[in-house]
């Protein structure tokens, strides 16, 4: 992954734990209307992929233990990772493209409710992706994949030659030779694999994505209802479909590009069919970008603007990320398909703690409080949540207090200790687990290795009955909190 150059380290830290006293009379944990739903606490883990359906997207055992064990910590709301709403291969990544992943995601439902003793509300987020190669071997790349066109016969120059030779004699080219034979695209396709684009209006399905995606999204989003989750969250950030509607590098011209109020366009229609088809008292929210941290990319100013419309078009949550794209990730190796998280924007996405001096922890904040503050702004309450590095109840309090976020999602600070909430308010703080933000957890996830912590995947594992990862080398959830019980 890229590292900020300056290398400054930084370490998280406990900061003062509360009393549980003291907790109790927190803006943590205090209630926060969200939607139709009265929550407790300002507690909310977001979307991580665990990397642990099966290869055809069903609920697993494993994927059950994963989500049972957050819920064991009983944050208010649990947000399930992002889960694809075609019923297309997608490896082992929950699907909720066809009825017949309802029964595995009930389970789900019926796991976290019974693990969180009924206090965590359960939330999907609902993803859409568009096609990514594998970076090709170049040899075949050149043989197999390139679709020849006049522009290559042409620097070719000799007329009549085969497209065997055109292809011979392209692959014996030197890179710089390449540079003025191929186009941009060919030459992304060659060294990073082909990767499709919402503005690649020649292919017919991209094209229509204004047309398919939100009956797509309905039918998932109304799965996800039957299926019993309390919530839906739109997945509009990072590197996927939707995002790339939201950005200024969507210069569709069919009027779901160009000027903010085209890129916003497709983005409320799918939120207009969620809503009709799950009715005014299911919540429905969306996450997306405060900032998508690539140049020519969104900004803060463009996230305001799509804030206020979400809000006012009666979105119950904005849960804002920031980065995470593909146009400055690292080239994959061959055989292998770029992560959006292995670039800049991936960073801001997921800090770790050899960071610049702005550091790793809080790195979304000032982006928030400004799109917060659009939204106060055109007289919508409407909750938004922020993320990145928050792993401390000071710094959670603090943002909560200076009013820049409504609710704080901690993700790997949670992987690090899913008990971390229940601790915080029992006032033991002292034996939370802190996440030292190495992003270990992230590296497995961009090699689609299941998802543990280091800080607790070597340990005991002579437990009885545990699930350990393929190679047999880590436990696959934290291990019980000793303290659970006497909560
Ligand atoms: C292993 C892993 C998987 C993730 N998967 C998702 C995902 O499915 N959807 C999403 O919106 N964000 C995903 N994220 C990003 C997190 O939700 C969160 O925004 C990010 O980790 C920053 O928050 P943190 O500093 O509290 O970890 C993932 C993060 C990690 C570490
Ligand atoms: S592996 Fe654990 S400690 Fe490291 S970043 Fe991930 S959650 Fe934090």
Known sequence: MWRPPERIRHDSGPADWPSAQTAAASRLFSPIQVGPLLLPHRTWIPAMVPWRATDDGFVTQDVLDWYERFAQGRPAVLVVEATGIRDVPSGPLLRIGDDRFIPGLRQLVEVVRRASRGETRLFIQLIDFL???????????????????????????????????????????????????????????????????????????????????????????????????????????????????????NTRADGYGGAVEGRVRLALEVYARVRADLGADFPIGCRFLADECIEGGGSVSDAEYFACEFAMAGMDFLSLSRGGKFDDAQQPKVGTAAYPYTGPSGYECMPSYYSDAKGPFGRNLHATARIRAAVRAANCSTPVITSGGIHNFAQAEAVLASGQADVVAIARQALADPDWFTKILSGRGGQVRLCIYTNYCEALDQRHRQVTCELWDREALDEPGISKSADGKRRLVAPPWAGSSGD
């Open 131 to 249: 096609s990514i190669r594998r970076r090709p071997d170049p040899a075949r790349y050149f043989a197999d994949f390139l679709v020849l066109t006049d522009h290559h016969r042409r620097a070719f120059g000799t007329s009549g030659a085969t497209d065997a030779q055109i292809r011979a004699w392209l692959a014996g080219l030197a890179r710089s030779e390449l540079d003025s034979v191929l186009s941009g695209r060919e030459l992304e396709a060659l060294e990073h694999g082909a990767r499709e684009r919402v503005t690649d209006m020649h292919l017919e399905h991209i094209r229509d994505l204004p047309l398919q995606l939100p009956p797509l999204f309905g039918a998932a989003a109304r799965r996800a209802c039957k299926s019993g989750f309390d919530g839906v969250e739109l997945h509009y950030a990072h590197a996927y479909t939707m995002a790339s509607f939201l950005s200024p590098l």
